[in-house]
């Protein structure tokens, strides 16, 4: 094909030519173009499709708000991007787009049938349809629905691209690279502030870039704006951000920025990033976001050729592109005319420029009828024609009455519309900023700031040149004043000879009487017609945000960039009140869609989540052990001989360690140094034991409860001073405890002299459990005797183990002689060595976290958060013994006296022995009655802990079981997802070494 | 005017515009009973209050548009596999109104029942997973547990690779679960109160509750001036405590932002919900073709409907770990509502302290799948001035006896 409508000039690099496929044919385009434009410049208008009507369509806009030509681009690799704006696609040699939205061909599509079945399927028809018979909407409708609805197709492979994260900080963030953010940029640099300026395009220079007639500083402006970035780019203080766009705006001055770093390069190096996230914290920000033009709303408005005046400008100026060669405009714009003029310059036929206005005046007007151009005042184009491509329209004059009557059609082959331009106040109302309506030019323009921000240009409603500058060099100059930085008297650029944006139209323009033929689209690419809006206002719908809802006006793809204000004005004009009060709908993060992968960054794969290992994680990975994920740690689950099953090793690691000794990697387990002169006291009030008398080098078992009565955490507590306590807690509850704890020592408890330090990183913890442990660690202790008189079953001892500085714990948990070496985290592996060393004299073995639990549940010790569920009180497990009854209080202790918690029949801890030895129940599995409970039955309680123990030959089950305790020796049953409930009899949670004499010797 | 494909039809071909779905009046001097908050919960309750109980005297006040609150931010999970008894019920009574509710309103809220799964990447979420399973079955609420691999084969795009930071052990099945059209559920409730007498007085913010020297309440006081009422029926989400503190009861509750956002819309990849408690994040598509996903609370109690974007992130990471092919996808909307935790996470239903006030509140991350269910039983309430068995245990009385339903015991977010 032929890029015949490529014309002289415009900013692409002739010298680089590119080829590139749209559809499977191959087209020419040039560096600098995007994909709209290369394909333009080939005649070819028609895009896409709309969402519900299946309608062709060309593109509308040449930048962000554009709404219609939506394309699917692949590159390989499994690398496939639905969705993108053909206008925002820069194009690279090789680039397949695909259309989306169509069945069979953009061409052909048989959705379209759709369209003719209009009439059915106005605003909210969904909601008054497919409800019979009942179940059908999901098997029969609903499906039907899914796959005509959505645009493109999700990629079919996981995205081999990566994505890079930056946090930073500047003086002054101007958003937005046009001449109000340039001259912003300019100005705040010159005052030594450190600047980032981001925008969304490839080049800075935003409307400049398809500017012909204006001068500033007495160069043409795309002179001024080569020697703006120049100066810029020479200041080290500043940062320049092409191709970012800042999409959303939070709290104290946080701004989100996304950098598409490599989606425009044809062989982007594998080690670059794709896209970059920036996290900015700016003093002061600009808000030089421009504004973006309004179509006008009319029968045929949508065809493909039918686009903004605007967009066609930049097309010809910027990508040297004649979007056609008859052209016809409808405007009620000044600055259309610009449009003309240069399109008229570049060879096309102006058939004529229908201007809503009766008397339209202006430079623009003045030029182009100096041109002899056909202006013709008080003329509206009641429909535009022809289905795959525009081909003619119908005129109307606006007559005195206001009234409008056909004046005959005319053909062309693109229509342009400009209805006025819309602020980009996006940002602005983000970051909560309260917009003012401007009644005279009927546009919402920034009122109060909330945050440290202010607008210029466009994006205030400012559309003078030599306005603009100004107005961005004060936004500039203050931000960096504000940001502590004085400026010298730079003066603002001075500028003039544009054609600025003067007049515009909101809501749908006029019609002769009776109406006419032909949908009027509001939101081009949800298919929202005028009459859509109208008929929700009629149903009832009379908040704007209704009216988005009922209709989806501005919730497609570009969220209404094009469309909020036609839609508001034409609700309004429906309701009969002030726009104003019909409200707008608020603007929502993200500005324009951002890819999941760049708000996910790095987090991905192994750093997805940080991972915590022990010291002693070496080892069992070199021993093959199997790791379990406990919150962010990896714990070694089990120890695997080649060719033993999970069940074999476990088994073998319990009866080691009950036959001779096992050692265990517990340095997961939660640890907090309390310390201070009120420690003891401080315990006393957190935990449910007493500890004021708990003498030093001794340990207690501390249960904590929450306030409302309820366990939330235990575990071993030593003191070592009478000022030092040494906490232990569960693995996953550490976090939470200390939390727990500082929330009450600085709230509640101010009076306390206490200290808190997390310590669980600190020590390495090397259990060593077993009739043989005092043995293994014995040659390597110094300094402290270990014999059962000196050093009984929960006491704890400084001193030296392989000459390295130990706090000894005697304490177990697994009904064995145990010992727990706490020793520095950077000796940890080598103690762990000499200990295994040692250890292997005596033929024992390491145990993971499978085996500890079932050696816990043999002796009957629970775990908090298995065995207990956040609704279960000391009481209930049976440890009323842990409750120190002289102490006056400590939290939780008025909530344990409430009716509830004290009621009988409560759920108790109790032990479950299943009628078949080699039964072991799910955890969670129900207690019942009977074996065949009626669905819809009440549960007794649960199982909570269930495993098979080898020592003892069969199942061993702990449960919460209503009033358990006094109903020992009766047959329950336990739920099994594949049968019956099976029986087993009420006994005590202790199923091994009943009396203790193991665990003292 | 009944909704139907003739309708659709007739006034296709007649070119007639469709009537007012409810009617916008101005607030008469008083009410049997007036309700605060025009959220699905509040519009629901209303509608039963005329359809079943006989009361057509009734006001929903709403200081905003009606739906506008949670009930229109909301990720639209329906499923009633909780784990105690007492919230099966409830939330289960609710499934059963769903299964029929377009019917019931000639309204098509879409309910599609395509299956809820939630995931397991522990021990001990297998272990919660199963008592989950369990309970269920016992409780009559269809639950089932799958293997990593059957978990697939219901949502093929999911990841069940064993080398990734959490791998998926496995899955709780709930096939009747799903979602439904939250503005429909809001929309049609409100023609359905509407036709039957009920004025729904949008724009129209209550500033206090009046009460008689003997206590009782007598009427609310609004920006639209006094309404009187004979009962009033809080029904006001993120800021009900805000609400029952002009009558000087405070809640046990607290409000946080909880946000959640929607892709760009593609053709169907995602058949099922699917949610990780573990990992904080849960996705599902809507009709249109938006992939809807949401995560866990803001941590800090908060009034503002902007969360931070560290939340989003964090909840992409873990979408994009547990469906790797939607990473090129775009984040096109994101948004925020006040959610109302109680310290169990399980709704408040009843009477108040204060004569002729009633609350139904605390329905935190996920109200919505109960507000059939809930506007049913506390419409029963109102009327009879007494709980329904359903809500009876739903007590505010509970955080004093300490009859706690705690769903959190097992979860972090329930939705
Ligand atoms: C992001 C998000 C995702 C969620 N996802 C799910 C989910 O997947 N599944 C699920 O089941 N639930 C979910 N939820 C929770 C669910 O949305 C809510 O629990 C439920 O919608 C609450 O309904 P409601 O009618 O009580 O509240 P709302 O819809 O919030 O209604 C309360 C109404 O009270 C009005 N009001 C407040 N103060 C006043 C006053 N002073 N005067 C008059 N009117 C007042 C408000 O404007 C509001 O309209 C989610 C919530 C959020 C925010």
Request: proline share 6%; aromatic share 8%; charged share 20%.
């Amino acid at each position: 094909m032929s890029d015949g409508f490529r014309i002289k000039g415009g900013r692409i690099d002739r010298a680089k030519p590119i080829s590139f496929s749209f559809d499977g044919t191959v087209y020419r385009g040039y560096e600098g173009d995007t994909l709209a434009s290369a394909l333009l410049a080939n005649g070819v208008h028609l895009m896409g499709r709309s969402f519900k009507y299946h309608r062709p369509r060309g593109v509308l806009a040449a930048g962000a708000e554009e709404p219609n030509a939506l394309v699917t681009v692949t590159r390989g690799g499994g690398r496939s991007t639905p969705n993108l704006r053909a206008t925002q696609v820069e194009l690279y040699e090789g680039l397949q787009a695909e259309s989306q939205n169509r069945f069979s061909s953009l061409g052909f599509d048989i959705g379209e049938i759709n369209d003719l079945a209009g009439p059915l399927l106005g605003a909210g028809f969904y909601y008054k349809t497919f409800m019979q018979p009942k179940g059908a909407w999901a098997k029969l409708y609903e499906p039907l629905i899914r796959r005509a609805a959505g645009l493109g197709e999700a990629p079919r492979h996981p995205d081999p691209d990566h994505y890079a994260n930056r946090f930073a900080h500047c003086d002054v963030l101007v958003a937005g690279g046009g001449p109000a953010g340039l001259a912003a940029a300019l100005a705040a640099a010159q005052s030594g502030a450190r600047v980032i300026l981001a925008d969304e395009q490839n080049e800075f220079g935003g409307s400049l870039l398809a500017e012909t007639t204006a001068t500033i500083d007495d160069q043409p402006a795309q002179d001024w704006v080569r020697a703006t970035i120049a100066a810029l780019n020479a200041m080290p203080h500043v940062t320049l951000l092409p191709r970012t766009t800042v999409f959303g705006y939070f709290q104290q001055n946080f701004l989100g920025l996304v950098e598409r770093v490599t989606d425009h390069q044809a062989a982007p190096p594998s080690a670059v990033a794709r896209e970059r996230l920036w996290q900015v914290r700016a003093k002061e920000v600009v808000l030089a976001t421009g504004a973006i033009e309004r179509p006008l709303v009319f029968a045929g408005n949508d065809r493909p050729g039918v686009m903004l005046a605007s967009a066609a400008r930049i097309f010809c100026n910027r990508y040297g592109v004649l979007v056609g060669r008859r052209v016809i405009l409808f405007t009620a714009d000044d600055s259309a005319y610009a449009a003309a003029l240069d399109l008229f310059r570049a060879g096309a036929t102006i058939m004529a420029i229908a201007d809503l206005r009766t008397n339209p005046t202006g430079p623009g007007v003045d030029a182009a009828r100096a041109a002899k151009l056909p202006v013709m005042p008080g003329t509206v184009i009641i429909a535009a024609h022809g289905r795959l491509r525009a081909d003619g329209v119908t005129l109307g004059a606006i007559g005195e009455d206001g009234a409008v009557r056909a004046a005959g059609d005319l053909p062309c082959d693109a229509l342009l519309m400009a209805g006025g331009f819309t602020p980009t106040v996006h940002l602005f109302s983000q970051s909560r900023g309260k917009l003012t309506y401007d009644e005279a030019r009927q546009m919402f323009i920034p009122g109060t700031s909330v945050q440290r921000e202010r607008s210029a240009g466009g994006a205030k409603g400012t559309f003078a040149l030599a306005a603009i500058l100004a107005e961005g060099h004060a936004a500039g100059r203050d931000a960096a004043q504000k940001a502590g930085f004085t400026s010298e008297a730079h003066v603002a650029p001075q500028a003039k000879g544009d054609i600025p944006v003067a007049g515009g139209f909101v809501g749908a323009v006029p019609q002769p009487k009776g109406g006419v033929k032909g949908k009027a689209f509001v939101d081009f690419q949800n298919d929202v017609k005028a009459t859509d809006i109208i008929a929700a206002t009629q149903e009832g719908f009379r908040s704007i945000e209704h009216v988005k809802r009922y209709t989806t006006t501005g919730m497609a793809t570009d969220q209404g960039k094009t469309s909020n204000m036609n839609a508001l004005a034409i609700a309004a004009d429906a309701l009969d009140r002030p726009l104003p009060q019909v409200g707008l709908t608020t603007f929502r993060m993200p500005y324009t869609p951002v890819t999941f992968g760049s708000i996910a960054g790095h987090a991905r794969g192994d750093l997805f989540d940080p991972v915590r290992q022990t010291p002693i994680h070496g080892w069992a990975d070199e021993q093959g052990a199997a790791f379990e994920n406990v919150g962010l740690w990896k714990r070694a689950w089990y120890f695997a001989k080649p060719g033993e099953t999970m069940h074999e090793a476990v088994v073998r690691e319990c009866m080691t360690v009950r036959r001779a000794a096992g050692l265990f990697d517990a340095s997961t387990l939660g640890k907090i140094e309390v310390v201070g002169p009120d420690a003891a006291e401080f315990l006393n009030r957190l935990y449910t034991n007493p500890f004021s008398k708990l003498e030093v080098g001794r340990c207690r078992y501390g249960l904590m409860l929450n306030e409302a009565g309820f366990v939330m955490d235990d575990g071993v507590i030593g003191r070592l001073a009478t000022d030092r306590f040494h906490v232990t807690m569960t693995t996953g509850g550490a976090p939470r405890v200390l939390a727990h704890m500082e929330d009450y020592l600085q709230t509640e408890f101010t009076d306390l002299k206490v200290w808190l330090t997390s310590t669980t990183e600190q020590w390495a913890v090397i259990a060593v459990q077993g009739p043989r442990a005092r043995a293994i660690i014995a040659p390597l202790v110094e300094g402290i005797d270990l014999s059962a008189e000196a050093m009984p079953h929960m006491s704890v001892k400084t001193g030296t183990i392989c000459g390295v500085e130990t706090r000894l714990f005697r304490v177990s948990f697994t009904g064995e002689l145990g010992f727990e070496i706490n020793v520095p985290s950077d000796y940890g592996r080598a103690v762990w060595d000499a200990v295994w060393a040692e250890a292997r004299k005596h033929d024992v073995c390491a145990y993971g976290t499978e085996a500890m639990h079932v050696l816990r549940a043999e002796k009957g010790y629970i775990i908090v958060g298995q065995d207990t569920d956040g609704t279960v009180t000391p009481a209930d497990l049976g440890m009323e013994w842990a409750i120190g009854k002289s102490k006056p209080d400590f939290v939780g202790k008025r909530s344990l006296s409430r009716s509830d918690l004290v009621k009988p029949n409560r759920p108790q801890l109790v032990g479950l022995r299943t009628a078949d030895p080699g039964f072991v129940p799910d955890m969670g599995a129900q207690i019942v009655p009977v074996a065949n409970p009626a669905p819809g039955s009440s549960a007794q309680g649960f199982v909570s802990s269930s495993y098979d123990s080898a020592v003892l030959g069969r199942s061993i089950v702990m449960g919460l079981v209503a009033g358990g305790r006094a109903r020992m020796a009766e047959t329950v049953f336990i739920t099994r997802l594949d049968g019956a409930a099976a029986p087993a009899t009420i006994v005590e949670p202790i199923f091994y070494d009943p009396d203790g004499e193991r665990l003292h010797g | 005017m009944k909704f139907s494909a003739l309708a659709l039809l007739k006034q296709a071909l007649s070119g007639e515009p469709w009537p007012e779905q409810w009617r916008s009046p101005e607030p008469k001097p008083a009410y049997d009973v007036v309700i605060v908050g025009a959220g699905g919960h509040g519009l629901a309750t209303a509608y039963y209050l005329a359809k079943e109980h006989g009361l057509h005297n009734v006001a929903v006040i709403e200081k905003g548009w009606l739906g506008g609150g949670n009930t229109g931010r909301n990720t639209t999970i329906i499923r009633s596999n909780y784990l105690w008894e007492e919230s099966q019920k409830l939330y289960e009574h609710a499934v059963k109104l769903w299964e029929g509710l377009s019917q019931e309103l000639n309204y098509n809220v879409m309910y599609s029942p395509r299956g809820v799964m939630m995931l397991a990447h522990t021990e001990h979420d297998i272990q919660s997973a199963k008592r989950h399973i369990h309970a269920n079955r016992l409780g009559g609420i269809d639950n089932e547990w799958l293997t990593p691999e059957e978990a697939q084969a219901f949502c093929p795009i999911l990841n069940i690779s064993r080398d990734i930071r959490y791998p998926i052990l496995g899955a709780a099945l709930q096939r009747r679960g799903g979602t439904a059209r939250h503005d429909a559920v809001a929309w049609g409730y409100a023609r359905g109160a509407s036709a039957l007498g009920v004025d729904i007085i949008q724009n129209c913010e209550v500033k206090g509750l009046r009460r008689a020297p003997s206590g009782a309440i007598t009427g609310v006081e609004t920006t639209k001036g006094f309404i009187g009422a004979k009962r009033v029926g809080v029904v006001a989400a993120g800021h009900t405590s805000v609400i029952m503190q002009m009558a000087d009861v405070q809640m046990p509750l607290e409000s946080y932002p909880l946000q959640a956002l929607v892709s760009e819309p593609v053709k169907p990849v995602m058949p099922c919900v699917v949610m990780s408690n573990t990992i904080h994040a849960y996705m599902s598509q809507s009709d249109k073709g938006e992939l809807v996903i949401g995560a866990g609370t803001d941590a800090y109690t908060s009034y503002s409907q902007t969360g931070g974007l560290h939340i989003s992130a964090h909840t992409l990471d873990a979408i994009c770990e547990l469906f790797p092919v939607v990473r090129r996808m775009k984040m096109l909307r994101n948004w925020g509502g006040i959610v109302d935790v109680t310290p169990d996470r399980s709704p408040i239903i009843g009477k108040t302290p204060v004569e002729g006030l009633f609350v139904n509140c605390g329905w935190g991350t996920g109200g919505f799948k109960a507000t059939p269910g809930s506007g049913h039983v506390f419409a029963w309430t109102l009327a009879k001035g007494e709980p329904h068995p359903i809500n009876a245990p739903f007590s505010l009385d509970r955080f004093r006896t300490g009859r706690l339903i705690d769903e959190a015991a097992a979860a972090a977010v329930a939705h």
